[in-house]
Each structure stands twice: as structure tokens, then as C-alpha cells.
């Protein structure tokens, strides 16, 4: 079987909700194959090593099927290898809580902010 479009097998494969959000996504450079950037119509073939970035993080997927027609879940999942890292810790991404009423925040908050988002003066 010859190659599938990369932005049908996204959206087949259930990444995209819809082809045209996984033609945008293509299209706004967050697809690889095999470390190149592609375009909507470039073929995927089985073994090729697929990269998207999607919601903040970045997925690693092995092709181990080809498929052009939106299938359930189960299926969709057995056409592809996951080889993406762990995702980040939700305690990691968690934004500092201050009470509401609290005031603007002091100078010291600002700084305790600022070195918290890799943003210190120092």
C-alpha cells in the first residue's frame, strides 16, 4: 500500500478533531516526518517517525498503520508506536494562588513571580 496523506492520517489516527485543524497545524509547521517538515499532502508510509506539537508538548509517534478514514479509538491507537517523553508533572505547570482580595501583588511577589517564570534580574 502506497503512502497516506500526513493531515488524513492525523485526523484518521484521531490527534486532529477535524482534517482542517490537522491541515492548519501541518501547514503552521507542527508536523514532522522523520525530523523534515512537511506539507498537508506529503505521504506517510509505514515506520516513518511522525512529531507533533500539540497542546504545549511535543508527541513522538512510530506509524505501524496506514489509514485515511476516521475509525474509534481502539483502532486508531494500533496504528501507531507512542514514543513520546512523559508529559510534565501538573504540580510543575502549577501558577503561584493568591487569595482574591489579597491586593496587587508587593514588589516581593513580583520578584518571587519573575524568578519563578526564568525571569530573574539577578
Known sequence: MSGV???????????YKTRSAA??????????????????????VVGNRVRVRQDGRERILEVTGLIAKRVGAPVARQQYVDRSPPPVPRELLA?????????????????????LRGRDRR
Open 95 to 115: 501558577v503561584p494562588y493568591r487569595e482574591r482580595g489579597a491586593g496587587r501583588p508587593t514588589k516581593r511577589d513580583r520578584r518571587q513571580l519573575d524568578a
Open 5 to 15: 496523506r500526513i493531515d488524513a492520517w492525523l485526523w484518521a489516527v484521531r490527534l
Open 23 to 44: 491541515t492548519a497545524a501541518v501547514r503552521a509547521g507542527h508536523v514532522r516526518i522523520d525530523g523534515e517538515p512537511v506539507k498537508a499532502a506529503t505521504p506517510v
